[in-house]
């Protein structure tokens, strides 16, 4: 089992920064990716970001160049920095473990809302 919980999230006006930190616990060492998802209001969830044991990672087409994931095995952290923010970027941002022992378990955060304001 694993935990995760989100924090960062909030109002910023277009153009802005924010970033977004989830902490993992539990049973960390068997994660073998993790990352974020958003949900925009009336759509479905998307991956955003997520970043393996190797430290590959991999992007959404609309937030290259602007976001950045960086994961601290040491604290069990995964961050997300979100740069020159768009309205379409608001929604709720879920952090996301994938663990493959046999099948595939996949473990969310409570979520955390984003908004940008035009």
């Known amino acids: 089992q694993v935990q995760l919980v989100e924090s960062g999230g909030g109002l910023v006006q277009s153009g802005g920064s924010l970033r977004l930190s989830c902490a993992a616990s539990?049973?960390?060492?068997?994660?073998?990716?993790i990352g974020w998802y958003r949900q925009p209001p009336g759509k479905q969830r998307e991956l955003v970001a997520n970043?393996?044991?190797?430290?590959?990672?991999n992007y959404a087409d609309s937030v290259k160049g602007r976001f950045t994931i960086s994961r601290d095995n040491a604290k069990n952290t995964v961050d997300l920095q979100m740069n020159s923010l768009k309205p379409e970027d608001t929604a709720v941002y879920y952090c996301n473990a994938l663990i493959l022992r046999g099948a595939l378990f996949q473990y969310w955060g409570q979520g955390t809302q984003v908004t940008v304001s035009s």
């Open positions: 539990g049973s960390t060492f068997s994660i073998n990716a």
């Open positions: 970043i393996n044991n190797g430290g590959s990672t």
